[in-house]
């Protein structure tokens, strides 16, 4: 792994090739039910970083931005399925499920943010409300690689740089740096920042824009019914089902 400097570490080329943007797909990790809930309401949701539900909580305790006024997405850069990812959002139903989506189809979508819908949730009914539709001049767009961060030293991509230290530029990317140990994450992170307070739940982020011929879905390697989610995925246009070559038992309800 060679040594660069920081500005080359988190800079970002959304012209040209798609291929200069980036050499993987970008996948997001979870479970066949919120995949397939993903494709029928055709948008995806975000968290927001003060949110107990993010596995990562140091992500709460952001020094220079305010955490309800930010909201995130993750996706997995990479070239391989990675295995702790099967574990973390397949879960004890074994059910894990991956939204993969091509270079090309990743930088187009995420240019194109331009309205997003923003929730609350109703402690009564205990459900989320029917939303909000803001445009873009309630919100901005940010996104980049994760820099994960050991000692003075940043990886990001398969490169270290050495620590920053133009105080101003650590401040801006707060939201970007992470520890080394999530570093198997190969995390690329989309996040909406609200131009005020504005008080919500949950926002999300329509993909409609999104074609189907750049998404494919990925299937955990303990499922079994592949045949039958590729027709069920087949209903939501994606004619790409695979599903991982890793050869495991995770054997994760016996424990």
């Not at 931005?65 to 139903?93: A, H, Q, R, T």
């Not at 990925?218 to 004619?239: C, H, M, N, Q, V």
Request: charged share 30%.
């Amino acid at each position: 792994m060679r040594a660069c400097n920081y500005t080359e570490l988190v800079s970002i080329t959304m012209n040209g090739k798609a291929k200069e943007f980036s050499k993987e797909r970008f996948y997001h990790y979870s479970n066949v039910t919120k995949i397939k809930s993903i494709l029928e309401n055709n948008e995806i949701w975000l968290t927001r970083l003060d949110s107990t539900n993010l596995n990562d909580l140091d992500e709460k305790d952001l020094k220079y931005n305010d955490p309800k006024k930010i909201y995130s997405v993750s996706f997995c850069n990479s070239n391989i399925d990675v295995l702790p990812m099967w574990l973390l959002y397949g879960g004890l139903e074994q059910q894990g499920c991956a939204l993969a989506i091509t270079q090309g189809g990743f930088r187009d979508w995420i240019s194109s943010i331009n309205v997003i819908r923003a929730f609350n949730f109703d402690s009564e009914s205990k459900s989320y409300d029917k939303g909000v539709e803001l445009s873009n001049d309630y919100f901005s767009v940010e996104y980049g690689w994760i820099r994960y961060k050991k000692g003075n030293r940043y990886r990001c991509r398969g490169k270290y740089a050495i620590q920053q230290t133009d105080e101003s530029i650590l401040q801006t990317d707060e939201i970007f740096i992470k520890r080394e140990q999530w570093h198997y994450e190969k995390e690329f992170r989309l996040v909406i920042i609200m131009n005020d307070i504005m008080d919500y739940n949950r926002v999300a982020i329509p993909i409609t824009n999104l074609k189907n011929n750049k998404k494919r879905i990925l299937l955990s390697p303990e499922i079994t019914d592949k045949e039958a989610y590729r027709t069920e995925f087949e209903l939501y246009g994606i004619s790409k089902v695979d599903q991982s070559d890793l050869r495991c038992n995770f054997h994760l309800k016996d424990r």
